[in-house]
């Protein structure tokens, strides 16, 4: 693809607005890296970004760099594109889990988007693309070069 | 009024017909279906002194467009499933004497999109800026995606989850108001286009408008009323996550489990008692999830359990009798449209019905397995 193409197809993409609790996280894919929280009462770490502890309702949270390593959780590949995706041909909106748990939902990129090159439980490893002011985290299977 | 002091439906209607209405705009579905109720119920719109109904346009609204001034209002707007939790607060409300006799509408104009509000974006919300930057594109992308997981780990196959659509294509052929009526396969299905793989177009629910209303009052008035008071016999309400991503286990919904198992214990039955059920389904593999959820099936089941002929005309346990959100109608917020069934196979008034409905559960959904609500409806009170 050219970088002009590719310029335009992420302008139209959605653009997620970071808010105070989550600028950490969008900070640390800009650094790129995976930045989320965990619990430094119980030890749990979570995602999406929150002040509360999930599992035990602590307010005593930090922020962590993950692993960024990832297995394929579940996904769909949508023959309906949004707005910004009619060119990218079918794509899959997949959730994936996190080595140390949480799971998040995302693209998967260097690996052609077909139930035959998808397979569940896969290994991932986290990159980041970048679109507009934000980097989006995106996964690649293991050991793929991006 | 004590805590066992039951409610009834009392009241219970559509909008004239469903389907692709671009003659009405949200609030006339909501007023079309309103004045069907009250008058289902034999009622005049003075009789009533609680509003329910989602925004927008929202309790207030509609009570002033019907010239009603409530002593009760219940907005509460959880998705599809709200009009089940309208049921459950109208039965708390009315037990504490908050209110006697309460109204509760849907409209929707989820096809013509007359008078409707633009769909939010909000790229700042959670799943604003965690799940529509990959490309959501509303429940058709969204809500199908536990599916994969559930297949590799229960060995639901393609044709076992096309076979639903199938099922429920039967139950339509005998509804006169169904969308779609004419039979089809399995190979039907799965020939049919692919939206979001595996999902193909007959496995996704229709997108139409149309709407429906309640009359809840108190089951001291069950012998006043035209039809036969349909007794609200047990109700529950639970959630699991705002984002499909975040919901905990990817093969089952805590959210219905939760909210069946406290609408089963409050009503004293188990899943034997049950005649009739209606599952939200938004897509083919919910109702697979409420059976399972609610106990109908022993986990991993459901999906033979169907394809077996159970859940047919003809089959021991009839579900989704009106055709379903994937062949009757689904305006967006199909659960008031589940609940009608329930009524009316109760009341023994479907177009299809089920001999001998003593009890009817309804699972409705909210959102992506978001929310749930529960209730179970009886002939007679407990």
Same mark, same amino acid.
């Given at each position: 693809m050219s970088a002009p193409a590719a310029a335009t197809r992420a302008s139209a993409k959605p653009l997620p607005e970071p808010t105070p609790e989550t600028q950490p996280f969008w900070d640390g894919c800009a650094a790129g890296e995976l930045r989320i929280q965990r619990c430094r009462?119980?030890?749990?770490?979570?995602?999406y970004p929150r002040p509360v502890c999930p599992e035990c309702g602590s307010t005593d949270v930090e922020w962590f760099t993950a692993s960024g390593r990832a297995t394929l959780y579940s996904y769909v590949i949508n023959h309906r594109p949004a707005r910004g995706f009619e060119d990218d041909g079918p794509y899959a909106i997949a959730v994936v889990q996190l080595a140390e748990g949480p799971r998040m939902m995302?693209?998967?990129?260097?690996?052609?988007?077909?139930?035959?090159?998808?397979?569940?439980?896969?290994?991932?490893?986290?990159t980041f693309e970048q679109r507009g002011e934000i980097s989006l985290p995106v996964f690649t299977p293991a050991g793929a070069q991006q | 009024m004590s805590r066992d002091h039951g409610v009834i439906i009392a009241g219970a209607a559509e909008t004239n017909s469903v389907g692709k209405l671009p003659d009405y705009s949200t609030l006339q579905l909501h007023v079309e279906a309103a004045v069907n109720a009250v008058a289902d119920a034999g009622m005049s719109m003075r009789d009533i002194d609680g509003i329910a109904t989602v925004n927008a346009p929202g309790p207030v609204q509609v009570a002033h467009a019907l010239g009603i001034t409530p002593a009760y209002m219940d907005g509460t707007a959880v998705g599809g499933t709200s009009f089940l939790l309208h049921v459950r607060h109208a039965a708390a409300a009315i037990r504490a004497g908050y209110a006697s006799t309460v109204l509760i509408t849907h409209g929707e104009s989820g096809r013509s999109r007359v008078g409707t509000s633009p769909f939010p974006r909000g790229l700042s919300s959670i799943p604003g800026q965690f799940e529509a930057p990959y490309g959501t594109v509303g429940p058709t992308s969204a809500f199908t995606i536990p599916v994969l997981r559930y297949m590799k780990e229960y060995g639901l196959t393609h044709e076992q989850l096309a076979y639903v659509a199938v099922a429920q294509r039967k139950w339509a052929a005998r509804n006169p108001r169904a969308m779609f009526r004419d039979p089809i396969t399995v190979d039907d299905v799965l020939a049919s286009r692919v939206v979001a793989w595996p999902f193909h177009l007959l496995e996704c629910c229709l997108v139409t408008?149309?709407?429906?209303?309640?009359? &809840?009052?108190?089951?001291?008035?069950? /012998?006043?009323?035209?039809? %036969?008071? !349909?007794?609200?016999l047990g109700t529950g309400e639970s959630m699991d996550a705002p984002m499909i991503s975040q919901m905990e286990d990817f093969t089952e919904s805590k959210a219905f489990r939760l909210a069946g198992r406290a609408a089963f214990a409050e009503a004293g039955i188990t899943t034997a008692d049950v005649n009739h059920l209606m599952i939200y389904d938004a897509f083919a593999h919910v109702p697979i999830y409420g059976l399972e959820a609610l106990g109908f099936t022993a986990k991993g089941e459901a999906g033979a359990f169907i394809a077996d002929g159970n859940t047919e005309p003809g089959g021991r346990l009839p579900l989704n009798t009106n055709g379903g959100g994937l062949s009757y109608t689904h305006t967006g917020m199909?659960?008031?449209?589940?609940?009608?069934?329930? &009524?009316?196979?109760?009341?023994?008034? /479907?177009?299809?019905?089920? %001999?001998? !409905?003593?009890?009817?559960?309804?699972?409705?959904n909210g959102g992506m397995f978001a929310t749930a609500g529960v209730l179970v409806l009886g002939r007679q009170a407990r």
């Open positions: 009462e119980c030890g749990k770490p979570y995602f995302t693209n998967l990129v260097g690996v052609p988007n077909t139930p035959e090159d998808l397979i569940l439980d896969m290994e991932l490893q986290v | 408008d149309g709407g429906g209303a309640l009359v &809840v009052t108190s089951a001291e008035r069950a /012998a006043d009323f035209g039809k %036969p008071a !349909v007794h609200v199909y659960g008031m449209f589940a609940i009608q069934e329930g &009524v009316r196979q109760v009341r023994g008034e /479907a177009a299809a019905q089920v %001999p001998d !409905v003593d009890i009817s559960v309804v699972v409705g």
